[in-house]
């Protein structure tokens, strides 16, 4: 079967590697496993720094770096929570999905509901985990809400932000092409801080008070964690959602520390609450994601899906991935 590796900063290739096995029923920590078969997966920005060669575990290049938003189908199964056949959603450990078939824990793993699409079912791995980090806010309802980073995570969020009644919800991004997308997404108002002054621009929506709360869905790419402590009113709050560097220069933390901002971080969703909650809220047609899937490549083209999504190639939000066995299917 195949598996991808990354080779050198910025390639990947796949291999053929053996088939994958399980243990025997009980053994190792109790936990059951299953053999996963992915059929649809889509690519994140927390793939990058593997594929980019950024992230420090690099030098390692395991096998099977990068992918971990993916839906597929139970081949095999040493534990009591699945069947072979049924359609499930998993997360693998440490982002090593790359694979045509592979061991995955049913406590990493829910089903998929017959009524969403695969296209769709594949979002609720990212939706899971804008819910679980909006939770961790007292409230958005009636909130003035800036989302720095128009990219797929910041439009989840717009979306999401719309569903639970925020009051006017600010798309910043430095692209107009990512931007285009956001009202469609639920956005009240977009800044292109290549062409205006995000704060004085945020400082005009909110009548000067600036935004109860700011959303950072950047994440390593670029620091913009004083920009967002600039949008924030005073005693308001900043959600950290991208995934940062090793650590991140030049923060003005005097002033976010004047400010009184709370700032929350997140990572690690529940595998009980949040994922099976953004599955529902797709069953149930709570959100329309549809705008944001705008690539799909087969798996013998991962190198161009992942040049697409890294370069924005052509508007690229949500890159996805096909495997064979969704063509079988």
Request: net charge negative; hydrophobic share 40%.
């Given at each position: 079967m195949l598996a991808g590796q990354i080779p050198a900063p910025g390639k990947v290739e796949l291999i053929d590697v053996p088939e994958p096995t399980l243990?025997?029923?009980?053994?190792?920590?109790?936990?059951?496993?299953?053999?996963?078969?992915?059929?649809?997966a889509c690519l994140c920005g927390s793939d990058l720094p593997y594929f980019n060669g950024e992230h420090p575990e690099f030098t390692q290049r395991q096998l099977g770096h990068t992918l971990h938003e993916m839906v597929g189908t139970v081949i095999a199964t040493n534990g009591s929570r699945f069947q072979p056949g049924d359609k499930v959603l998993t997360v693998p450990v440490n982002q090593r999905?790359?694979?045509?078939?592979?061991?995955?824990?049913?406590?990493?793993?829910?089903?998929?509901?017959?009524?969403?699409?695969?296209?769709?079912?594949?979002?609720a791995q990212p939706l899971g985990t804008v819910i679980y980090a909006l939770k961790k806010l007292p409230t958005v309802l009636d909130q003035d809400?800036?989302?720095?980073?128009?990219?797929p995570i910041g439009q989840l969020f717009i979306a999401t932000l719309r569903n639970l009644g925020a009051r006017e919800i600010i798309s910043i991004d430095r692209l107009e092409s990512r931007l285009k997308l956001s009202p469609r997404m639920?956005?009240?108002?977009?800044?292109?801080?290549?062409?205006?002054?995000?704060v004085e621009e945020v400082k005009r929506i909110t009548g000067g008070a600036m935004a109860d709360i700011v959303v950072e869905a950047?994440?390593?790419?670029?620091?913009v964690l004083n920009l967002c402590q600039r949008l924030c009113r005073h005693a308001g709050r900043m959600l950290y959602f991208g995934v940062p560097p090793e650590s991140v220069d030049a923060i003005q933390w005097r002033e976010l520390f004047r400010k009184n901002i709370t700032v929350h971080t997140s990572v690690n969703p529940d595998f009980r609450r949040d994922f099976p909650l953004a599955m529902r809220w797709l069953a149930e047609k709570r959100l329309e994601l549809s705008p944001l899937v705008t690539h799909s490549f087969p798996l013998n083209q991962i190198q161009t899906a992942f040049e697409t999504f890294r370069d924005r190639k052509d508007g690229a939000q949500k890159v996805l991935v096909e495997f064979p066995a969704a063509r079988r299917g």
């Open positions: 243990e025997p029923r009980g053994a190792g920590d109790g936990t059951g496993q299953i053999i996963f078969q992915p059929e649809i999905g790359l694979f045509e078939r592979y061991v995955a824990s049913e406590d990493r793993t829910i089903p998929v509901d017959p009524r969403v699409p695969w296209d769709k079912a594949v979002l809400v800036a989302v720095v980073g128009a990219g639920g956005a009240t108002a977009t800044i292109n801080t290549q062409q205006v002054d995000a950047v994440g390593h790419a670029d620091q």
